[in-house]
């Protein structure tokens, strides 16, 4: 008896089966030469696929998707300048652990290190820059790879995953039910914490006379904004945040200080001088918190919690490592009844320093707009509610000290690369993958030169997200540093001429407004905010403005400029 002929299915059609499996919910990407016979598959609509304009701002929308909602971002791109195109946006999710996978077309099997047309070694350019990569080399290994690609992604420490497939895979065929086990022995991220070590950390917590909470990115990865809020409300231990920890705790709990480190509050820098209990929950100490490791928190005792073994004890000294998740640690030490020391005086020197030096600006004056007001009058608008999402800059940094956030995945930004172009396609990113929710996006007039060609999305897609653009002439930070730091030369930093930003929106189809009246800026932004498709809204703020305080470069948390 003859077997029955089995099912077969080009590479195409198996790794949209794949996709489907893993329930992706839409593509970003870039068609090209390579990639032909995947988007040949794509076009039976199986799967939404967005056509950014650019390579980098499809790697950047699927950050801003992945960030507002918590699964992986999908990105399609071909060979060659497709694939480098793509490095920045994968470089910025390797920085700030966001779960990607990004398939980059190949050169024919044959033609790889030949020197083909259209060639670039993505293995190796993105060895340094991903969670791990593949090179396909066999059309049944597909599904089995996609698999590992989205496991490996979206479990212990997340971040991107690359895929390199060259265009012969795609085309080639494979039994159509191929039957895929993860089998990873090698990759087992620990998950659970050590109940010792907790017990420690509860121990140390019991004879704490100042002790405080710094809440990293790794809360927001776990979920555990909310098993967090309850152990520092239980404990009534004061907490302050990262910038890519901010909204784990809503601002305006009294027990938040704020962001800490070089743009943080006075009183989040303080309590890390003076605390006698670090207790890190999912941040890296990165040297924007820590720009001098050897007198960060010195009268404390650091206890560290990062599902990432690698970062413990990597920047600062920890005498209670626990490698574990963040909400499954923070449940444990709930579990644990643990009777403190009087720490009232404590609370009430950390609510009194808040008090007497919050972040401000000069509320006074009425000759220019001031970008502190926008943001804090939009945080107003929007009941602090909106998705925001920066590009980087100096308005990242008022964003993150005046935007009262309220709640977990609320802030869409480039922290650990810093990437000036972010903003925008991160902001269309972050919108598709939450239709219900108001997306803001905050972003200057360097970066949206960058990568303002992503407007078009907007009309085609009809995403209506607000783009705020404070528009200052220069490359702000730049022009801050160098006004600070090198006798005030401003070495390229300020724009003599710049397009009509206005006009460019209009161009794409899209509603702009210029707001130039200090006195009237108010009841313009209200207008503004009650439009209901995509709006840009250029505002020209004061051309001289600092972000402050500031923490220079090297110097500890108390060295703060800016401080009354």
């Given amino acids: 008896m003859v077997e029955e002929q089995k099912k077969m299915k080009n590479g195409s059609k198996l790794l949209i089966d794949a996709l489907l499996k893993q329930k992706v919910e839409m593509i970003f990407g870039y068609p090209g030469g390579a990639v032909l016979p995947l988007y040949d598959a794509l076009y039976d609509g199986d799967i939404p696929h967005i056509l950014t304009r650019h390579?980098?701002?499809?790697?950047?929308?699927?950050?801003?998707?992945?960030?507002?909602?918590?699964?992986?971002?999908?990105?399609?791109?071909?060979?060659?300048?497709?694939?480098?195109?793509?490095?920045?946006?994968?470089?910025?999710?390797?920085?700030?652990?966001?779960?990607?996978?990004?398939f980059t077309g190949q050169v024919l099997t044959d033609g790889i290190g030949k020197?083909?047309?259209?060639?670039?070694?993505?293995?190796?350019?993105?060895?340094?820059?991903?969670?791990?990569?593949?090179?396909?080399?066999?059309?049944?290994?597909?599904?089995?790879?996609?698999?590992?690609?989205?496991?490996?992604?979206?479990?212990?420490?997340?971040?991107?995953?690359?895929?390199?497939?060259?265009?012969?895979?795609?085309?080639?065929?494979?039994?159509?039910?191929?039957?895929?086990?993860?089998?990873?022995?090698s990759y087992q991220p620990t998950i659970k914490p050590n109940k010792l070590q907790v017990k420690k950390l509860m121990n140390a917590l019991a004879v704490a006379k100042k002790p405080l909470v710094l809440v990293g990115a790794g809360v927001l990865h776990a979920d555990a904004g909310k098993e967090l809020v309850e152990f520092i409300t239980k404990y009534q231990i004061p907490a302050l945040s990262s910038l890519l920890g901010l909204g784990a705790v809503p601002t305006k709990n009294e027990l938040f200080l704020g962001m800490g480190g070089m743009h943080?509050?006075?009183?989040?820098?303080?309590?890390?001088?003076?605390?006698?209990?670090?207790?890190?929950?999912?941040?890296?100490?990165?040297?924007?918190?820590?720009?001098?490791?050897?007198?960060?928190?010195?009268?404390?005792?650091?206890?560290?919690?990062?599902?990432?073994p690698a970062e413990i004890g990597k920047i600062i000294d920890t005498q209670i490592p626990i490698v574990a998740d963040a909400k499954e640690t923070l449940k444990e030490m709930l579990k644990i009844e643990t009777k403190c020391i009087d720490t009232t005086d404590w609370k009430k020197l950390n609510l009194s320093r808040k008090?007497?030096?919050?972040?401000?600006?000069?509320?006074?004056?009425?000759?220019?707009?001031?970008?502190?007001?926008?943001?804090?009058?939009?945080?107003?608008?929007?009941?602090?509610?909106?998705?925001v999402a920066t590009d980087v800059g100096q308005h990242q940094m008022w964003a993150a000290q005046f935007y009262p956030f309220k709640n977990e995945k609320q802030l869409v930004t480039s922290g650990g690369l810093g990437t000036m172009g972010y903003g925008v396609p991160a902001a269309i990113g972050a919108k598709l993958g939450?239709?219900?929710?108001?997306?803001?996006?905050?972003?200057?007039?360097?970066?949206?030169?960058?990568?303002?060609?992503?407007?078009?999305?907007?009309?085609?897609?009809?995403?209506?997200?607000?783009?705020?653009?404070?528009?200052?002439?220069?490359?702000?930070m730049v022009r801050q540093w160098q006004e600070s730091f090198f006798n005030g030369r401003r070495s390229e930093s300020v724009f003599e001429t710049q397009p009509d930003f206005v006009?460019?929106?209009?161009?794409?189809?899209?509603?702009?407004?210029?707001?130039?009246?200090?006195?009237?800026?108010?009841?313009?932004l209200t207008e503004a905010f009650k439009e209901k498709g995509p709006l840009l809204i250029e505002v020209m703020v004061s051309p001289t403005e600092h972000v402050l305080p500031m923490v220079p470069a090297g110097k500890a948390n108390y060295q703060m400029l800016g401080v009354d």
């Fill in 55 to 102: 390579e980098q701002g499809a790697v950047h929308a699927a950050e801003g998707y992945a960030k507002a909602t918590g699964k992986p971002g999908v990105v399609i791109v071909t060979s060659g300048p497709g694939a480098t195109n793509a490095i920045t946006g994968i470089a910025d999710a390797m920085s700030d652990s966001i779960p990607l996978v990004v």
């Fill in 115 to 185: 020197d083909a047309f259209q060639e670039a070694d993505v293995i190796g350019l993105t060895m340094p820059i991903t969670k791990n990569n593949y090179q396909v080399r066999e059309t049944k290994e597909l599904p089995r790879i996609i698999e590992e690609a989205f496991h490996i992604a979206t479990t212990g420490r997340k971040g991107p995953v690359v895929i390199d497939l060259p265009k012969d895979i795609t085309i080639m065929e494979a039994a159509a039910d191929i039957e895929v086990k993860l089998n990873l022995p």
């Fill in 355 to 387: 008090k007497l030096h919050p972040f401000k600006y000069d509320k006074e004056q009425k000759e220019e707009i001031k970008p502190q007001k926008v943001i804090e009058f939009i945080g107003e608008l929007t009941n602090g509610e909106a998705i």
């Fill in 434 to 476: 939450c239709p219900d929710k108001e997306v803001v996006l905050f972003v200057g007039d360097g970066g949206f030169q960058m990568t303002n060609q992503e407007l078009a999305i907007l009309n085609i897609y009809n995403i209506p997200i607000k783009i705020v653009i404070l528009n200052n002439q220069s490359l702000g």
């Fill in 503 to 524: 006009k460019m929106a209009e161009a794409y189809h899209i509603k702009g407004i210029r707001i130039d009246d200090p006195e009237t800026v108010e009841l313009a």
């Fill in 264 to 308: 943080g509050s006075f009183a989040a820098n303080m309590a890390l001088t003076d605390c006698d209990l670090l207790i890190n929950i999912g941040s890296r100490f990165d040297d924007r918190l820590a720009s001098a490791p050897k007198e960060f928190a010195p009268n404390a005792t650091i206890a560290h919690v990062d599902i990432d």
